[in-house]
């Protein structure tokens, strides 16, 4: 049944704190006339006022040239539902509802103007519907519908929330590995919005929230108010304000598709034999009123701008500066006349074939016997004399002895076989051919003037360590391949000899060579810290621009790549890139952790995004490890939920974290040592529940 305005208002204040009760019953209050004239005041003011209600929305799409919209995939996703409710008001409304209702108007209106709108849900429900909820899984579903579905755009609605409950901002946000159709699709979207909504001013940001950088598609993701907002959060309650934010997203995704759809449509070829390849690209206007604007028209080979001799029609043609063999990142980009943007990337491989290949060997003379050998490098070169490409083939054979493996590939130009001698004295010829290039080399098995040592490096599980170096004092005498295996001529003296390798405990070692003979030999290297930093990166940030927390970021750095991890600092020279460029690269370099870290006068603070089980995990040690060292003055650094973009847009976990002045001044070195402990348990715990 449909409700009146004071059935509404029933409804709302069910919600209210309970008032105190009367001390007079209504009956007798009546039978005073001034008593009952303020009863029924009373009762005019608190029982029937309500707030104005929002303005009726125009939902008529009459006279309307909706055609730009014909047949557009546009995949609409009401963020939250089912157990997820998203933000929730003050007299909780929660986002998830909102969402929804928004969606589903959204939906109705794509759907009239000829569009294929599809919902990820349609109902208050998850779509990652098992028992145990897993939030991770639900955003990939969200993103694979629209990958999935060849979708023209991805469009997910949510509402904002903040501490500050009188903030009531317009944010739309791109796909930050897309500024070109992303960012003209919330550019849009967000100006449409804000003038159905009748909003002063609104905002666009790049964002690489899981949805929007797996979408496979223009992607954008919409906070046009927020729900926390007590007035807003009323607003929110009437069907009509969510018809009017559905109507600002339709004017908007109009508008932009529109202006067209530009694409890159081709951009190759993308295999070469050639150190300067020709590309070419052509381009789409998207729209049949518009053509590519020559001035826009931007080439870059990683990362770097090329020059190009212009467009001609809707293609163009260029060579790239010389390359390198191995593996480019090429991309083209425009805009069209109307205004809309499109880009692309491919990798192109780089091969030019093999030419020449230099050999060499450990040992010229090894002695015979079944027990000695020697390695024997290919380093594989092009016409212009530059390593091959990796992953070339390379076959090896002997005249005598035995070789292995016989066949093998490159890596940064060089191949490797090893070369066991036969039992009787004999001279072995060792040919390589890679393609049409082909080298040789000899090796005499016979009695050798010196002592020949060759050893055998592994960690303690019995795998090769590769890049020990062994020293003789400060002098490296030579350094295991990536077998493992190091091998080199000395003289007959007992020697007192180190092997060290990064992320590993050193080693003492006395040899005993023996003129004329080889001595062989297994050595075990220890990981340090059981190796928790092997293969994991961690990204440390100094927050914005400020130096003073670089002391403290380089001494970690150091301590992480002593255990054999790799540390990568955002930026270490002014002026600083800003947090896309931060954030993208992260992603490229598949971090395991990013730590934005500042300094303030006093106070520490280690910040999470509030739904990372992982990244709360974190700020915990991180607190615990200050606090057992004294570092964080007199209190324990606060764990807080932080809205800060390094840590709600990374794709790995991330913390915004804030040290005492004094701290990263004075004791650096300190403070290092406690974020290296705290990493180290982290990892520990991550490596045992296998993530």
Request: a neutral charge; glycine letters at 8%; charged letters at 20%.
């Amino acid at each position: 049944m449909q409700q009146g305005p004071c059935d509404a208002h029933v409804d709302r204040t069910d919600r209210m704190p309970a008032r105190q009760p009367m001390k007079t019953s209504v009956s007798e209050a009546m039978r005073s006339p001034a008593a009952a004239v303020l009863l029924l005041a009373g009762l005019l003011v608190f029982g029937c006022v309500h707030p104005p209600l929002p303005p009726l929305p125009d939902m008529t799409l009459a006279g309307i040239d909706t055609s730009p919209l014909k047949n557009k995939i546009i995949v609409i996703d009401p963020g939250h539902g089912g157990p997820e409710r998203g933000a929730v008001g003050v007299r909780g409304l929660t986002e998830a509802e909102v969402n929804l209702t928004v969606a589903l108007h959204l939906w109705g209106l794509l759907r009239q103007a000829g569009a294929q709108p599809e919902l990820t849900r349609s109902a208050d429900q998850a779509l990652h519907a098992d028992a145990d909820f897993d939030l991770a899984r639900d955003l990939a579903l969200r993103a694979g519908s629209a990958a999935n579905s060849g979708a023209d755009l991805f469009v997910s609605v949510h509402h904002n929330a903040a501490l500050d409950r009188a903030v009531n901002s317009l944010v739309v946000f791109y796909s930050m590995p897309d500024p070109y159709r992303s960012r003209d699709a919330a550019r849009a979207v967000a100006a449409a919005l804000a003038h159905r909504l009748g909003r002063k001013g609104h905002a666009v940001y790049p964002g690489n929230y899981t949805v929007l950088r797996t979408a496979g598609c223009p992607a954008i993701l919409g906070e046009p108010s927020f729900i926390s907002n007590k007035d807003n959060e009323l607003d929110l309650a009437f069907s009509r304000t969510l018809a009017a934010e559905a109507r600002g997203y339709f004017d908007g995704i109009l508008d932009y598709f529109s202006c067209g759809a530009p694409r890159v449509q081709e951009l190759g070829p993308v295999v070469f034999e050639e150190a300067r390849p020709r590309l070419s690209t052509c381009f789409d206007p998207g729209h049949k009123r518009a053509q590519v604007d020559p001035g826009s028209v931007a080439i870059t080979i990683n990362g770097t701008p090329v020059s190009h001799g212009g467009v001609e029609g809707t293609c163009l043609a260029f060579r790239t500066p010389e390359l390198q063999n191995g593996h480019h990142r090429a991309c083209a980009a425009f805009r069209n006349t109307l205004g809309n943007a499109a880009g692309r990337c491919v990798e192109i491989r780089v091969a030019v074939p093999a030419r020449s290949i230099a050999m060499a060997s450990s040992f010229a003379v090894i002695p015979p016997g079944l027990s000695s050998s020697t390695v024997i490098d290919a380093l594989v070169l092009d016409r212009l004399g530059r390593p091959v490409i990796d992953g070339t083939p390379v076959a090896f054979s002997t005249s005598a002895g035995t070789i292995q493996p016989a066949g093998t590939l490159t890596s940064g130009g060089r191949a490797r076989a090893v070369l066991t001698a036969a039992a009787h004295p004999a001279t072995a010829t060792i040919t390589a051919v890679s393609n049409n290039a082909s080298g040789r080399m000899q090796v005499s098995f016979a009695v050798p003037e010196t002592a020949q040592l060759s050893l055998s490096v592994r960690d303690a599980a019995g795998r090769p360590v590769a890049g020990a170096a062994l020293l003789c004092g400060s002098r490296i005498l030579a350094r295991s391949d990536s077998d493992g295996c190091m091998q080199l001529e000395t003289d007959s003296d007992t020697r007192l000899l180190q092997l060290i390798k990064q992320g590993y405990e050193s080693r003492e070692l006395v040899i005993e060579p023996v003129a004329g003979a080889m001595v062989q030999g297994s050595l075990v290297l220890e990981p340090i810290d059981a190796g928790v930093f092997f293969n994991r990166t961690v990204m440390l940030d100094p927050e914005g621009s400020c130096a003073a927390v670089l002391p403290v970021l380089e001494a970690l750095k150091k301590r992480i790549e002593h255990a054999g991890g790799r540390a990568i600092l955002t930026w270490n020279a002014m002026p600083a890139p800003g947090y896309p460029a931060r954030i993208m690269r992260a992603s490229a370099e598949r971090a395991d952790a990013f730590l934005c870290v500042r300094v303030r006068r006093w106070g520490c603070r280690a910040g999470h995004y509030h739904r990372s089980a992982s990244g709360l995990d974190l700020a915990q040690r991180i607190r615990e490890a200050l606090a057992e060292r004294g570092l964080a003055g007199r209190r324990k650094c606060r764990v807080v939920s932080s809205t800060h973009d390094a840590v709600i847009h990374t794709a790995m976990p991330a913390l915004e974290l804030q040290l005492p002045r004094s701290l990263a001044t004075e004791r650096p070195e300190d403070a290092a040592e406690a974020l290296y402990l705290a990493l180290r348990g982290w990892l520990q715990e991550r490596i045992h529940q296998g993530s």
